[in-house]
């Protein structure tokens, strides 16, 4: 995981990609897709694909440190202190704290959740 934190903090998506089963699930935060257009459940590497790209148009990330992380069986828990600026958006920073809970196996990510504040992340982008 910490691995993968550095990976994103350079937004470098290719290697969180390949650290993924074909099969994943990958669950985004939030229940609507409002400004950040990134909620949803995402299947397989297409989906993943399909969700990062959204993400590389959106943010380019300059922080991605791990606060916490902890792990038991096939499950690992990370917190993490985010920020990213928003892309043709001039200088401005979205700054978020979030927590990710992966299902592994075989070294691959099986299953991702993202858990963040969406009111706050959404509220800094639109102010912007």
Same mark, same amino acid.
Not at 40 to 47: H, I
């Given at each position: 995981?910490?691995?993968?934190?550095?990976?994103?903090?350079?937004?470098?998506?290719?290697?969180?990609?390949?650290?993924?089963?074909?099969?994943?699930?990958?669950?985004? #935060?939030?229940?609507?897709?409002?400004?950040?257009?990134?909620?949803? *459940?995402?299947?397989?590497?297409?989906?993943?694909?399909?969700?990062?790209?959204?993400?590389?148009?959106?943010?380019?990330?300059?922080?991605?440190?791990?606060?916490?992380?902890?792990?038991? #069986?096939?499950?690992?828990? #990370?917190?993490?202190?985010?920020?990213?600026?928003?892309?043709?958006? #001039?200088?401005?920073?979205?700054?978020?704290?979030?927590?990710?809970?992966?299902?592994?196996?075989?070294?691959?990510?099986?299953?991702?959740?993202?858990?963040?504040? *969406?009111?706050?992340?959404?509220?800094?982008?639109?102010?912007?």
């Amino acid at each position: 995981m910490r691995r993968l934190a550095k990976a994103v903090e350079k937004s470098d998506f290719q290697t969180l990609i390949a650290a993924v089963d074909d099969n994943v699930v990958w669950h985004t #935060g939030g229940r609507q897709p409002g400004v950040v257009g990134l909620a949803g *459940t995402y299947t397989s590497r297409a989906g993943l694909l399909e969700v990062t790209a959204k993400l590389a148009t959106l943010l380019s990330f300059c922080r991605f440190e791990p606060k916490e992380i902890v792990a038991d #069986g096939e499950v690992v828990w #990370g917190w993490f202190d985010a920020a990213a600026s928003l892309i043709g958006r #001039g200088p401005q920073l979205v700054q978020f704290e979030i927590a990710l809970r992966w299902r592994v196996r075989d070294g691959k990510i099986l299953e991702h959740k993202a858990f963040y504040d *969406t009111a706050y992340v959404t509220a800094q982008i639109a102010s912007g």
